[in-house]
């Protein structure tokens, strides 16, 4: 629909600036339709109305000949597009990821501004639009992938150093819904899942998992050839190129806490059914047939349907826990047992107190869990 016609008294003034019969000059902002009172001085009004509009201009991309002579074509989808390129030997998932926060910030209007007019301010209201319309969650993942974006801009020297707008943004508020794992609410879902005969893998599974303390896709790709030299050997797919963990767990590792030894575990793995893979269905199950390896999504589920079977208690605004909640709780235990070095080896972490202890190899070698002897 076309605009209306300016009537003849507003006819002569810059586009959105208005007076009334009384000489009374307005601005009306035509993306949030706000109004603002500029007094009679009709210099001064006119003066504001163009700067104004030559904000909403640049706001919307329209990048002008004096804009492009300023250096004004290094609009933030341009250099989003920089940053993508520059990521090389990461999974197709994680891709997937960066990709999905890099074109939240092309679509909207920030992606269109130009890379040295954007303030704080905007970053602030594409963040808060963000979290009205995708959550807090991904808003902060977002809100980090925008601030990896001008660190890259600003290494090749398209913005000044130092000069990030990002940076002195706060982080959207996330707060975290899932329910811990605590010991008693684990043994309660072990006793369901030990209690289907048919489905012990799911129980071998839950008590691999807590007493590695590795992940759910970790825990589904181990394998008996895996378990050599008194070390189960496991090589994490977190991470990319040589740089993933790379742990060997000595077999007689134990857990006091749960009652349980790494050694029992794998004999329990050991079963009538011929199979490589220490979790393994033992029956045929939909797709799945006896010794063939279970996919972590089918794992995922069989965790829930056990964790729903124990009539397990959640906090009100709170998620059940999941199968992840089983590394948190191997972490806690394992740092009150051993102490929180030994818990960030185990889990394959790195930080400085870890590298103070143990020697990062780069991935070209095997970082021994050492138990204590004192222990």
Sequence with gaps: MAARPRNARNRPLPPNLYQKKDGYFWFRNPITKETFGLGRNKEAAISQAKTANADIERRRGDISLIARMDGGDN??????????????GLKPNSMKSIRSHLNAIRSDEIGKMILIHIAPRDVVAFVERCEAT????????????????????????????????????????????????????????????????????????????????Q????????????????????EQTKGSGPNKPKLCIPLSLSLSA????????????????????????????????????????????????????????????????????????AARLYSEQ???????????????????????????????????NGV
């Design 75 to 88: 609009l933030l989808s341009k250099w989003c597009d920089v940053y993508e390129e520059s990521l090389t």
């Design 134 to 213: 995708r959550g807090a969650p991904m808003a902060a993942k977002i809100r980090s992938r925008l601030r990896d974006v001008l660190r890259v801009a600003m290494e090749r020297g398209a913005l000044e150093v130092g000069k990030n707008p990002v940076e002195v943004t706060y982080k959207p508020k996330v707060v975290v819904k899932r329910s811990r794992l605590s010991l008693e609410t684990y043994q309660a879902i072990l006793a369901e899942a030990k209690s289907h005969k048919h489905r012990l893998w799911v129980a071998n599974a839950i008590e691999l998992a807590l007493v590695t303390g």
């Design 215 to 234: 992940r759910l896709e970790d825990v589904c790709r181990m394998t008996f050839e895996n378990v050599h030299d008194g070390f189960l050997w496991v």
């Design 258 to 329: 749960a009652g349980l030894t790494l050694e029992d575990i794998v004999k329990r793995c050991r079963d009538r059914v011929v199979s490589k893979h220490l979790i393994h269905f033992s029956h045929p199950i939909s797709k799945g047939k006896p010794g063939s390896a279970v996919a972590p999504r089918t794992l995922s589920r069989a965790f829930k349907v056990a964790r729903v079977a124990a009539r397990i208690a959640v906090e009100k605004d709170r998620t059940p826990p999941t199968f992840h909640e089983l590394r948190s709780l």
């Design 338 to 372: 051993y102490g929180k070095d030994f818990a960030q080896a185990l889990l394959g972490h790195k930080s400085a107190a870890m590298t103070a202890v143990y020697r990062d190899s780069r991935g070209q070698g095997w970082t021994e869990i050492k138990i204590s």
